[in-house]
């Protein structure tokens, strides 16, 4: 796992990057353009079996091209570390091992709530919103790593 700095100098100036919205049992996937400007939801996983779960994670990378990713880090609003920042932490470490070296943490305070309140801005019906959450919070998550990375 590499801190943002780190991470950045590692990526040529086109690669795509993933973004992962990590929960209990549904985990949002987004994806970046290779300029990395725009991130688009692209799916979401039902994390039932760590196996599996890095199965399609590394089934997403290949297919897409992906270099490198970007884990949502769910600190609470003072700043300190949560369980569930301990968690994406967790991930993070474990993924670096089993798909690539170049994943990284980001601050996802309020990407849930801001992914909610896009969809209302997109007039989008209340089944839909919820449904797309987690890939919604990973755009999120990853647009604003994006916009550090590409200052």
Known sequence: MLDIEDFKKKLSKKSRLMGIDTG???VGIAISDENKIIATPYTTIIKNKYSDFVKEIIKIVEENQIKGIVIGNPINMDGTTSQSSQSAK?????L??????????????????GAFNLSNDLATNTS????????NSAQFILQG???????
């Not at 839909?128 to 890939?135: A, F, G, P, T």
């Not at 790593?145 to 200052?151: E, F, K, N, P, S």
């Open 96 to 113: 670096s091992k089993d798909v690539t070296e170049n994943v990284t943490l980001w601050d996802e305070r309020l990407s849930s709530q």
């Open 24 to 26: 209990r049992k549904r």
């Open 90 to 94: 967790d991930l993070a470490l474990n």
């Open 128 to 135: 839909k919103k919820v449904s797309k959450l987690d890939e």
């Open 145 to 151: 790593a994006l916009d550090y990375i590409t200052r």
